[in-house]
């Protein structure tokens, strides 16, 4: 379990272990564009303010996981207790 942080609104929402970080938006209805929700295309990329993810998307370069600058929000998830994103 962590949190994430929306840095527009300053909502923070709690992310358990049996859900994404995509299904805890939407359940919270923000509307949130994804495609493969398996974390090869893309589409949900979502950029990373603070706290440092837990990558496990295939499409990241080992540079870009390293820089913990975006992730993948379909399949991704935290190795610090809240992130803080830009959304
Ligand atoms: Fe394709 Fe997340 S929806 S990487």
Redesign the pocket.
Known sequence: TFEIELARSGVVLTVPPDRTILEVLRDNGHHIN???????????ETVVISGEPEHR?T?LSAEERAANKTM?I??SRARTPRLRLQL
Do not use: P
């Open positions: 994804s495609a493969c929700e398996q974390g090869v295309c893309g589409t949900c998307d499409l993948m379909c399949v």
